[in-house]
């Protein structure tokens, strides 16, 4: 039924609220009303219509019960907010859908946005009708007001104006209190402004009145304290309350027309300055860095030349509508005038954290336009100037990415450009690179060595470790440190992964068939950890090769972060229960707690290299006591402990001395390919 409804209203303004449930949640909106009121379908789904009324109560809207017995289609003028505050009229008709049994059990509500009628004032009346030809400023009421030490206060006495002004009679005030009649968002501030009376002679508040008419207005409160009498613990206030509503929105107006281009909606360059300053000194208290650039759309003129300045004005709405969805919310979009807009991107953990961000910008401009049988495409140039060190001042961000975005559209249209050419040149290599390693994953660049893992009390290999390497056409053959941390920050984690227990449970099937079954040891990045279907993967591949899952382990360092590692303990485990093996890697490092051990699902503790460098000739008692306690530890938890970087006979015989486990080092043999890995000793 529900998809019925959805496909008969496909390109509708709609809504489905269930009505079987409490509250009658939206359990349905359209794309359409999503667009209109800049809510999102999450924030929609489960909250009654009435949130998009926000408090602005006393309306005729949102009653969904009445919509499921009444016999015509229940028609309703109803004001709502969008998610960015501004007001829209809707005409809101409610349809009741029934059920199986015949019963409704939902409601269709269509939303159409009648703003320009009612402003345009033929709907004047139905305006007047919901809300009172209450209008003008200057006008005021009076109150007197009893302040009760206990916290009640009571209203004694209000001059008729009230009535006037807000539509309710004076005996509501008096039954009811001020507060009831005041915004909700304003509540708390009338008890603030209370409570200060019984110290303060006199004040004056700005709030919100809601009036009969469901109408918002805005008064000026000013209040004296007239007497007070410590014995019946009673302070008598007297106010006058003026509406101001006019001078308020004149006022709201004009910051509009000074920050918000009137086109899109966003900020102008002149709050950008605002912003710009804010988000500095946010990354200077964090250490953070931020971003500015500056998007200027290629031959734009061109569109407006040759179509109309319409379909330029829709075309610039449409861009920086698509330029809003690519950012955080936390960052700042704004509009230059012309073609031309800011993006300013704060909380950048690094330089290069900018990357992607630009790239999704400038992917969603290029996306064709339709508007109507035309369909256009764009490209746009980028400028960006970074702040990071906060070494420069900010204050010629907007110039420096301005200077950026010139060279830009003489040397990379359609890309970007840093307003530094270090940086320039950084990030600029940096995407070559990452692009590279894309390719050399897909192309077979990659190859596997392999490090023997011996057992040192009789010297034989029980496993080996696959290290990765990059044939890299150019540079020559290079180390995992050359090329792992860019696999992590541009998020090529899972591939590698992927790529590694493949090749690697490939060659482990083949040295099982030249029967000498060798476990293999592979490494597992913190992102690989965080983003991988681990045991997927494993048990994919294992199945493959039909491997038994005991000839593989897998390494998670102990450098991984904390939340990493304890968000990926249950994929560990996982991965456990078939009965692969798992091992700390680079383990005394992060000095891990004994709670942090215990917590992870491990079978193996691989000492960090560091630990056994420091045993030579000098070597001091501590630092025995040192590698002599790391092993108990690992012991105590029952797991099998390696020494990685054993290079001297020296090291070799302390650690047996040691009752270490396992060992692995040059002095055994260097990572070697394959076929290089000498039979079991
Ligand atoms: P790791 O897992 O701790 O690997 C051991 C590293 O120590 C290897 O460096 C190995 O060549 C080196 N090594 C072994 N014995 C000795 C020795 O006696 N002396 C010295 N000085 N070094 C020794 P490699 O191959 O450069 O790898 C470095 C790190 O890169 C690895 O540390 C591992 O964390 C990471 N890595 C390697 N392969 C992969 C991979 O396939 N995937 C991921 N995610 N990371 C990998
Ligand atoms: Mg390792
Ligand atoms: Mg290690």
């Known amino acids: 039924m529900l998809e019925a409804i959805r496909r008969l209203f496909e390109g509708e303004s709609y809504c489905i609220s269930d009505l079987a449930t409490v509250g009658h949640p939206v359990v349905h909106a359209s794309e359409k009303l999503v667009e209109l009121t800049g809510y999102s379908f999450e924030e929609f789904r489960g909250r009654s219509l009435g949130f998009l009324m926000r408090n602005d ?202 920050h918000i281009d009137p086109l899109t909606g966003l900020p102008n360059a002149h709050l950008l300055e605002d912003r710009v300053q804010q988000a500095q000194l946010h990354a200077r208290r964090n250490g953070t860095g931020i971003a500015l650039a500056i998007l200027d759309l290629d031959n734009f003129r061109f569109v407006n030349q040759t179509f109309s300045q319409r379909h330029g004005d829709r075309l610039i709405m449409e861009v920086s509508r698509r330029l809003r969805r690519t950012l955080r919310r936390t960052d700042t979009l704004a509009r230059l005038g012309g073609d031309s807009f800011a993006l300013l991107l704060g909380d950048l953990p690094t330089q290069r954290a900018v990357l992607p961000a630009l790239e999704k910008v400038l992917a969603a401009v290029r996306e064709p336009y339709a508007d109507g049988s035309l369909v256009l495409q764009l490209a746009a140039s980028v400028g960006v100037d970074v702040l990071h060190d906060g070494t420069r001042a900010a204050s010629h961000m907007l110039e420096r990415a301005t200077a950026a975005l010139v060279r830009a559209k003489e040397t990379n249209r359609g890309g970007f450009r840093f307003y530094d050419d270090e940086v320039d040149l950084a990030m600029r290599s940096r995407i070559a690179t990452e692009r590279e390693l894309k390719r050399a994953i897909a192309e077979d660049q990659l190859v596997l060595h392999y490090q023997p893992r011996v057992q040192l009390d009789d010297g034989s290999i029980n496993s080996v470790e696959a290290l990765v390497r990059w044939v890299h056409p150019v540079r020559g053959l290079l180390k995992p440190a050359d090329f792992v941390p860019l696999v992590e920050e541009s998020q090529l984690g899972p591939r590698l992964f992927e790529w590694v227990v493949e090749r690697a449970c490939r060659q482990a099937k083949r040295w099982q068939s030249q029967r000498t079954p060798r476990r293999v040891a592979v490494n597992v990045s913190p992102s690989a950890l965080a983003h991988c279907n681990l045991a997927g993967v494993v048990q994919s591949v294992l199945s493959r090769y039909d491997l038994h899952p005991g000839l593989l382990e897998l390494e998670i360092s102990e450098r991984t972060a904390h939340d990493t590692l304890a968000t990926g303990s249950p994929k560990l485990e996982e991965v456990r229960a078939m009965g692969v093996q798992v091992a700390l890697d680079d383990f005394g490092v992060a000095h891990s707690s004994l709670t942090q051990l215990r917590s992870l699902p491990l079978d193996g503790l691989k000492i960090d290299r560091s630990f056994v460098a420091k045993i030579d000739s000098r070597t001091t008692n501590q630092d025995v006591d040192l590698l002599r306690a790391i092993i108990a530890l690992g012991k105590s938890l029952r797991l099998r402990v390696t020494a990685e970087g054993i290079e001297t006979k020296e090291q070799n015989t302390l650690l047996r001395s040691l009752h270490c486990d396992d060992g692995q080092g040059f002095l055994f043999s260097q990572p070697v390919p394959a076929e290089y890995v000498i039979a079991t000793a």
């Open 57 to 258: 109560t006393d309306q005729d809207g949102g009653r969904m019960h009445d919509a499921a017995t009444a016999e015509e289609p229940f028609t309703s003028v109803v004001r709502i907010y969008r998610a960015d505050g501004s007001l829209l009229w809707t005409e809101q008709r409610h349809y009741p859908v029934h059920g199986d049994d015949g019963a409704a059990a939902h409601v269709l509500t269509l939303f159409r946005d009648v703003t320009s009628e009612v402003h345009a004032g033929g709907a004047q009346a139905m305006q007047l009708e919901l809300s009172g030809s209450l209008e003008g400023d200057g006008r005021f009421f009076s109150y007197a007001l009893l302040l009760h030490d206990d916290g009640r206060n009571e209203v004694v006495w209000a001059s008729d104006a009230w009535h006037q002004l807000t539509g309710y009679a004076v005996e509501h005030l008096r039954s009811q209190g001020l507060r009831r009649f005041i915004h909700a968002e304003d509540r708390a501030q009338l008890d603030e402004r209370l409570q200060g009376l019984r110290e303060q002679e006199r004040r004056s508040d700005q709030y919100r009145l809601v009036t009969y008419g469901g109408k918002v207005m805005w008064v000026e409160d000013f209040a004296s304290r007239r007497w007070r009498s410590d014995e019946a613990g009673i302070t008598a206030v007297y106010g006058m309350v003026k509406d101001i509503t006019n001078a308020r929105r004149e006022t709201a107006n004009l910051w509009r027309l000074a």
